[in-house]
């Protein structure tokens, strides 16, 4: 239990701590980047880099981005714009910067560094989950796929509008 | 203090778990919700990765690759269902969707 292990659950848990407390929907979001970005420097600390980058790609990176963009998308309209203005204040987005930049500097000390991990921790390389993945859990990949291809259906299908504009020829009649 | 590291990693994925779970417990907003039910997963894959960095196999980060996929997919579905809510009831507040008919 070293100083870095520290200072990234600290982060983790008072960025998490921020999320719950907000009553702003975009803050909460920008605290659990946060809080998301310190998980993947303790997933590195635990001998995992592959999930680390998975964790900022996927996690921080892909579902994140939907939210943001699902929230921008709920309030449209002439207050958003104004709403933005006061949402990116400096004092907003501030503290976040501040715990990133903490978690960056901290990221770079252990890469330098390039040391032995900590004892009692293993180091399981891509290579070995590449091969459970591929091997003993090929079955759970496929499950996984269709999964995913059930999410995109299904979310094509419940957030479809119902059709507002007919078409010039079909006005009249009444469907 | 000198913790054992997996002791470590699990108790902070335990104090995340909880948080998550506090704050689906306690916010009536339906993205908070959803929010939560993220921060939760993705205690239970720090969980997994610390166990598989104990016994030094694999096994626990497969688990946390299923798990990233499964929150991708369950955020999409969310999303369009918390569309749908938003466009009937015009609020985000979970306690009105409990007129559900049709």
């Known amino acids: ?175 | 203090m000198n913790l054992h590291p997996t002791t470590a990693g699990l108790l902070l994925s335990g104090v995340l778990f909880v948080l998550g779970l506090i704050s689906i417990l306690v916010r009536r907003n339906i993205i908070f919700m959803l929010l939560s039910v993220e921060i939760m997963l993705n205690a239970a894959g720090l969980a997994f990765v610390v166990a598989s960095a104990h016994w030094g196999t694999a096994d626990g980060q497969v688990m946390f690759m299923f798990i990233l996929a499964m929150a991708a997919a369950e955020v999409s579905v969310g999303l369009a269902l918390i569309l749908q809510l938003y466009h009937q009831l015009k609020t985000l507040d979970s306690d009105e969707a409990n007129k559900m008919n049709g």
């Open chain 1, 1 to 175: 239990m070293n100083t870095a292990f520290c200072i990234a659950a600290a982060i983790a848990v008072l960025s998490t701590l921020m999320v719950i407390t907000r009553y702003n929907i975009m803050h909460a979001l920008l605290y659990l980047v946060v809080s998301l970005l310190a998980v993947a420097v303790v997933l590195y600390m635990y001998g995992a880099p592959f999930m680390a980058a998975l964790e900022v790609i996927v996690y921080a990176g892909a579902i994140m981005v939907l939210l943001i963009f699902f929230v921008m998308m709920l309030n449209l309209g002439k207050e958003s714009a104004i709403q933005e203005r006061q949402w990116l204040k400096p004092h907003i987005w501030i503290f976040p910067a501040i715990l990133c930049l903490i978690l960056l500097g901290e990221l770079l000390f252990l890469v330098m560094q390039n040391r032995q991990p900590a004892a009692g921790i293993q180091v399981v390389d891509p290579k070995a989950v590449g091969m459970a993945l591929f091997g003993p859990y090929l079955l759970a990949v496929e499950l996984t796929g269709m999964l995913l291809m059930a999410g995109i259906v299904g979310a094509y299908h419940l957030g479809r509008q119902k059709q507002k504009t007919l078409h010039r020829f079909l006005e009249n009649t009444d469907v």
